[in-house]
């Protein structure tokens, strides 16, 4: 059972909105910066990191759910000499494992490329203006406690930052810092419900069918379960399953393996351990095999689409058999 703090999600995606932003902005002065030095196959580069900056926040749910989870802490990070708590650390691990404008992506901080060097001072700029902060001072200290760069990475990172801070002097980011529109998430919706109940962790690591077996993979999305499937006799991938927190199973068996009976029976297994009583199935209205199969298993046709239908599946309802009375001899 999860907790959901609603007010927390609110704050995490404004923020990282606004911060997006804030980076497409200094992005745009820092691209100019590069044109007027012939610098323009650099310019286009940096504009396209920063149009995608941070998406792996948004798009990854586990990512998304620990960082909102330490944003009233994010206050305390803005003193340069800060250094991560152990829930801190574990919340923004996720993300900088998976983004190559952060240090912690590589084994070494002297692995960043040049163009990671540009998205990383965008980076830090954007911070600095959406938390009036000194930009220089903390990337200074931050070399020391955290970023550990060459000479030469580090001469490159302040010198990209303090172009920044010179050619932004007289824009107060104001226009972007003070949108009017937020997003809240203030209210407990049925997705909401159904994402604190989602339990993951009661998926066993390995489900065997006669001929298949399934395993269980890890994946960037906390909200689903997702499995590999695999010929048991010589453990060839023959497809993946998963099933989403909101009840929706999506498969697929590889091309070279259908007509096998391998859908009926990895679906028919899968059906058989989740603990959920309801499920439900997108398939397309021209894939009548796959129709077949899903109505040979007992889901039926609930709505559709002119491309698609949706089928829902219903475990029967186990009803307890009652027990004769028998008369008791005195």
Same mark, same amino acid.
């Given at each position: ?67 909102? !989870? %330490?944003?009233?802490? %994010? ?22 494992? *998976? ?27 954007? *911070? ?38 010179? +050619? ?6 104001? !226009?972007?810092?003070? !949108? ?26 390995? %489900? ?5 077996? +399934?395993?269980?993979? !890890? ?112």
């Amino acid at each position: 059972m999860k907790k959901i703090d609603t007010e927390k999600l609110s704050k995490e995606m404004n923020d990282t909105l606004i911060h997006r932003a804030c980076v497409m902005r200094s992005g745009m002065y820092l691209a100019r910066y590069l044109i007027h030095r012939n610098r323009s196959v650099d310019a286009i580069r940096l504009l396209g990191r920063c149009s995608i900056h941070d998406i792996s926040k948004i798009q990854n749910t586990e990512e998304f759910m620990s960082l909102a !989870s %330490i944003v009233d802490e %994010i206050d305390s990070m803005h003193d340069i000499e800060h250094v991560l708590s152990e829930k801190q650390e574990q919340a923004i691990r996720l993300h900088r494992k *998976r983004n190559p404008h952060h240090p912690e992506y590589y084994d070494s901080s002297n692995d960043m490329s040049e163009l990671d060097l540009l998205e990383m001072a965008c980076d830090c700029h954007a *911070r600095s203006r959406q938390y009036n902060t000194d930009l220089i001072a903390y990337i200074d200290v931050q070399q020391d406690i955290r970023f550990h760069f060459d000479n030469e990475h580090f001469r490159k990172l302040r010198t990209y930052c303090v172009a920044l801070v010179e +050619l932004t002097k007289h824009d107060d980011y104001s !226009s972007v810092l003070n !949108s009017p529109y937020k997003i809240n998430f203030d209210l407990k919706d049925s997705t909401m419900e159904k994402l604190e109940s989602f339990d993951e962790d009661c998926y066993i690591e390995c %489900i065997k069918t006669d001929r298949l077996y +399934l395993q269980k993979e !890890s994946t960037p999305d906390f909200a689903s379960v997702g499995y590999a499937i695999y010929l048991r006799e010589d453990n060839t991938e023959i497809g993946y399953i998963s099933v989403k927190f909101n009840n929706y199973i999506e498969f697929k068996i590889y091309e070279n393996f259908l007509g096998n009976g391998y859908t009926l029976e990895a679906l028919s297994k899968f059906i058989e351990t989740t603990t959920m009583n309801e499920l439900f199935v997108v398939a397309r209205k021209d894939n009548e095999c796959c129709r077949a199969d899903l109505e040979r298993l007992g889901f039926k046709p609930t709505e559709a689409t002119e491309s698609t239908i949706t089928y829902r599946y219903k475990k029967p309802t186990k009803v307890l058999e009652k027990k004769p009375i028998t008369e008791q001899k005195i």
